[in-house]
Every structure is written in C-alpha cells, then in structure tokens.
C-alpha cells in the first residue's frame, strides 16, 4: 500500500487484500448465517412463517417472491433492522458464526457492522465519497491514523469497482455520483467495515440496466469474500448472480436449493407458477 | 413440475406456445402421413403417389424452419423458465428430428421407382407391419408431447424394441434372399435401405419421446426404458455410429 496521502499515484491495478483481512478466507464451507424456527410478527399479523435457512461464505444466495412475502421482512431480521420497528417480533434462533443474533449481549452496532446492508434506493450520506467511506471505520476505531483510514477508503472504493470513478474527486460529495455509482458508494461503505455477510434489499431495482450489469459483476467479484443475500424482484437477475435461490410465498419459504435448480426444474408447484409468471 | 396448463398472467406468452404445440402437431401429422404415403406407394408402384410425398416434404422443411423461427422468438423474447424453458428447448429439438422423419419417408418414396419386382421379394411382406408400428411410434411420441404424458413417451421407447426386432428379421430374410436370387440383389438391397429407414424412424420417434419425458419431469429418461438398437453382423462390421 502507498503512503501518498492523496492516493493519486496508486495503481488501481493492484489486486488490494484490505488493511484488515476478513479472517474468513479459511472458511471450511459450514453456513455462516443459520437461521432456525424463524417467525416474524407485526402486531397480531404473522409476517413470516417458520423459515429455517443456512446462507453460506462460497455461493450467492437470492430470495425471490411476489411483494409481501416476506422477503425483505426475512432479511432484515438477520442484522436486526426489524429492531427499529416497535411493534416487530422476532422468534426462533438466527446464529451468526455460532453466536445468537438475537441474545442480549449482542452488541447491535458491531452486529450491523459484520452484516451489512444495502437498500433499494442509494443512500449515500450528505458527505464527500471520502467521508462516506471512511464513517464506519472510524466509529468502529477500525483505523488508528489518517494513513490507515487512507487505505481502508481505497481498498473499499476499490473493491466496490469505483476507485478509478472517484480517485479524483473523493471530497466531492456522495450524493453527487449517480445512482449506479452511488449504490457502489454504499457498497463501498458496507465493504469498509470489514462484514462477514453483506445483505441486499433490492439493490438495483432504482439502476439503469448498465449500472445493474456493474452491480452485478460486483456481486460476482465479491462472491467468496463475503457471504452474500440479494433480495430482488427480478427474476433474470437472481438467475444471473446468485448460486442458491430461496422462494417465499405468503411469509413461508416454499423452496430452497440451487438457482440452476430452481429456474430449470422447481420441485414446487407455487414455485414454477411464480418463476414461470403464471401466479396470481 | 409438470405443466399444469395455467395459463399465464402475460397471455401473449400463452398464444406464442399454442401457436408452437399447433405447429408441432401439424409437422408430426405430415410426417406420420409421409410414412403412410410413401409405403402405400412402395406396395401398390404408385409413382405419383411416390412423387407426392417427395414434393410434401418441402412443406415439412418449411414447417421446421417456422417452428425454430419462433421458438427463437420466444426464448428471446419472453425469457421462459423452468417448465416452460424446457418445453421450448423440446420443441426446438422435436421439430428438428421430426423433420428427418420426413427424410426417411422421402427417401423411402425415391426407392418406390426402383423396386419393381415387388411380387418376387419375399421380405417385402413384412415392411407393412413394420412401418405401421414405426408410424404409430411417430404419432404417440406426439401426442405424448401434446398431452406432456411421460408414461406414453416411455411406452414408446419400449415398443421401439419391435421395429428393431422387424428391421432383424428383415435383414436376415433379404440376405437369404439374396443368396438365393442373386438378380434380385439390386432391389432386395433397396428394400433393405427401406427397412433400415423405418428403423431409424422408430429411433427418432423414440429421440422425441426422450425429449418430451424431460419436458414433461425435468429429469432425463431413464436408462433401461430405452430399446436397445439392433445389431446385425453388418452393422456391427460397419459400425456406422450414426446414432
């Protein structure tokens, strides 16, 4: 890594391994994320039904489904954003590397920090693309000097596939960018703190069909390094990035197996009817 | 999954497949009919009736051409999944194999001007009975695909065993008659090319029912449904790995 504190004279070719390594590369193949026995209540209404899923470190896992399925609800329960909801519910058991998501010592902040999330609207922060990146690690004391924080900005700008987007102009504001660059901003900002699991509520459902090509190809690069879960209405685009795709109907999972799976020879009959766009 | 005949939200799609199951019906229809033709001409001479079959089988061309034309549209377009994908693909592959079909009714229709001296050639009163069961494969393998049955495609992939059994037989009487007629050898030789076409058809009808069992399952045909190809002493010294 440079020590040029600008970053100008970087070579964007070089393949950054990150100033805090993800200590996951060694991953023997067990899930990262299991969920178990997993119910969701809004109030009195039940928004999910006994969902019981392993998500793992190698394979890219979609969850597809009709609007109010339950989807989003599911994803959001694995870095506890349904916490944020007052009247939200959550039982069963939704382990992270063995520990319990939802036990009282959990520390919420450090948890969204190793599950990052990615929403459907870009929501970069009203700050330079300097700033947005460098936040997280320095909320978390993830970098002890400007040097460090230099490097973490790059290594996630450039691991989001932005640095040679933006190595100019990183005072700039975020908000700036366009909305395909600043979906990769705040991939960028999820990727600075080091997560383990990366979620994506439908991430390029605002993007042009260009800007979700390079989210895409993201996702693909980014594959193996972190444990990925995209949520999204379309159904190509689960086909084309994920390697495991989980169907919801109606708050329950219907199937769970491999897309090729899936999108060749579903087992469920709900299933085919929705991939085959019979439902409803 | 097999298709449940739902139809789907975007209707456009829905007339797209009929319009294709039409048209696979109708080249199916042709070529079993080719079959027919061309074999009644075999029996009776009727040349015309030979030439008949010759001209139809632009038709039959003409009809694959229009079925892989859409079914490219369709994937194209509509972007189909599971059981829908795989019924293209069938289709796709269907149209092809059914147009050989046609072929080898052609080719049996080119052979009619050639073999004159039917009364003399004993073998010659089995290819009736042969090319009835090769035509009747023809037709189940198609509505097995019309009506997604994959218990009828695997039904004709074990009467297939018959026309192998036929196509043995015949092969055997047209060499001993052969042997005991060498001024026959010239058509007996035609009458044996007409009798290996009948069994490739039956080959090829049970290639459609392979097609239709893993449109209508999503899982191959499985293996000991399949007949067995017939093996002569010929065949095996030529071994010709057409298949």
Known sequence: MNNDQTMKTSSESVNMTGPETTGMATDDGAPKMTARHV???YGDKQAINDVSIDVNMDSVTAFIGPSGC????????????????????????????????YAPQMDVVQLRARVGMVFQKPNPFPKSIYDNIAYGPRIHGLATGKDELD????SSLQRAGLWGEVKDRLQDSGTALSGGQQQRLCI????????????????????DPIATAKIEELIHELRGKYAIVIVTHNMQQAARVSQKTAFFHLGTLVEYG??????TNPREEKTRDYITGRYG | MVNSGTEHTVKAFDSDINELRGMVAEIGGRSEQAIVKAMRALEKSDLELAEEVVREDKLIDELEKRIDELTFQTIALRAPMADDLRELIATFKISGVVERIGDYAKNIAKRVPLVTQTHHLGPISLLPSMSKIAGELVRDSLDAFARRDADLAMEVNRRDQIVDDFYNSIFRAVITHMIENPKDIGEAAHLLFIAKNLERIGDHATNVAEMVYFAATGEPMPERARGENPTTPLDEALSDGAD
């Open chain 1, 151 to 154: 490097n973490i900005v790059e």
């Open chain 1, 188 to 207: 960028a900002r999820a990727i600075a703190v080091d997560p383990e699991v990366i979620l994506m509520d439908e991430p390029c459902s605002a993007l």
């Open chain 1, 258 to 263: 491999e897309t090729t799976d899936i999108f």
């Open chain 1, 70 to 101: 339950g989807k989003s609800t599911f994803l959001r329960c694995m870095n506890r954003m349904n916490d944020t909801i007052p009247i939200a519910r959550v039982t069963g058991d939704i382990m992270l590397e063995g520990e319990d998501i």
């Open chain 1, 39 to 41: 119910n969701v209540f």
